[in-house]
């Protein structure tokens, strides 16, 4: 039975100064998982101001600093964090530790899992769908960042699938949240995301590609959703806020012309 919760479904708080949202349905479950915002840190224009990638033009110097505040917000160690060199793949790594001193990223790949509560998974994005995962008898986690590639290459698939191969993972334990990125209405896209996604979803293409003015929308909540239920996985979480129409939250790379900065995702196992 498909267990998808109706869009909407995220909390806006605040912890230490800074603003995030939270999955709401998750509360209780024994994490730490947030989406943050562009609040409270200290990266100029057009960065302003919680500007969390080095690789958009901004100062490295402020980028540490303002990932210092979101995870000390969070209760977690600065040195927890695991990420990534994001490079719109299906590729998963398994991080057994927090980065190493010296380390700029665990690898070049699109998702992370572990098993381990002294890590912080970590990834950036400004468009590109944020999903959350969580099994509940193996109490493991994975972080996926899914572009239009990373989506029609089937990356939520594949955590699922790695999930099972590390851990044991029953699919049917898992549940997944779709955090804040550009929505359907806001994402044109052309002939060749359209051919690449009907690969992919076959005979449900049609819940996640719309035709809007003579032009053709690719819904990314939609399609990763059809993605992580056809690996198994029922409850399902579609947060519903959209990059671009909300980015005085929100770093939006179509909405601001590519000239932005990045939001985090934070997911880690409650120590």
Same mark, same amino acid.
């Given at each position: ?20 949202? *939270? ?15 562009? *609040? @409270? ?19 490295? !110097? ?30 998963? #790594? ?7 001193? @010296?380390?700029? *990223? *665990? ?33 493991? #986690?994975?972080?996926?960042?899914? @572009? ?5 290459? @089937? ?6 699938? !790695? ?14 949240? #779709? ?17 690449? !996604? ?6 449900? !293409? ?31 979480? #579609? ?33």
């Amino acid at each position: 039975m498909n267990a998808t919760q109706p869009a909407g479904d995220l909390t806006r708080a605040e912890h230490g100064g800074l603003i995030f949202y *939270h999955v709401a349905a998750w509360a209780g479950l024994p994490l730490v998982h947030g989406f943050t915002t562009r *609040h @409270g840190g200290v990266s100029p224009e057009p960065f302003a101001g919680l500007n969390l990638s080095i690789s958009v033009g901004d100062t490295r !110097a402020n980028v540490v600093e303002n990932r210092r505040r979101v995870f000390t917000a969070l209760g977690r160690a600065p040195d927890s964090i695991a990420d990534l060199w994001q490079v719109h793949s299906a590729d998963v #790594i398994y991080a057994t530790a927090p980065r190493a001193p @010296g380390q700029d *990223h *665990h690898g070049k790949a699109d998702a992370l899992i572990t098993d381990r509560p002294e890590v912080t998974l970590f990834l950036r994005f400004a468009d590109c769908v944020p999903i959350l995962l969580y099994d509940r008898a193996r109490h493991v #986690i994975g972080l996926v960042h899914a @572009g239009w590639r990373g989506t029609v290459s @089937g990356v939520c698939a594949a955590t699922v699938s !790695a999930l099972t191969r590390q851990f044991g993972t029953d699919p049917t334990d898992v549940v997944a949240a #779709i955090g804040p990125s550009i929505s359907g209405p806001r994402y044109e896209v052309g002939p060749e995301v359209v051919t690449a !996604a009907e690969a992919i979803l076959g005979d449900r !293409a049609g819940e996640a590609l719309m035709s809007r003015s003579g032009k053709t929308h690719f819904d990314l909540w939609r399609a990763n959703a059809v993605v992580l239920e056809r690996a198994g996985v029922s409850a399902i979480t #579609i947060g519903g806020l959209c990059t671009a129409d909300n980015t005085h939250d929100f770093y939006s790379h179509r909405a601001e012309q590519g000239r932005t900065g990045r939001f985090g995702a934070l997911l880690a196992l409650a120590q």
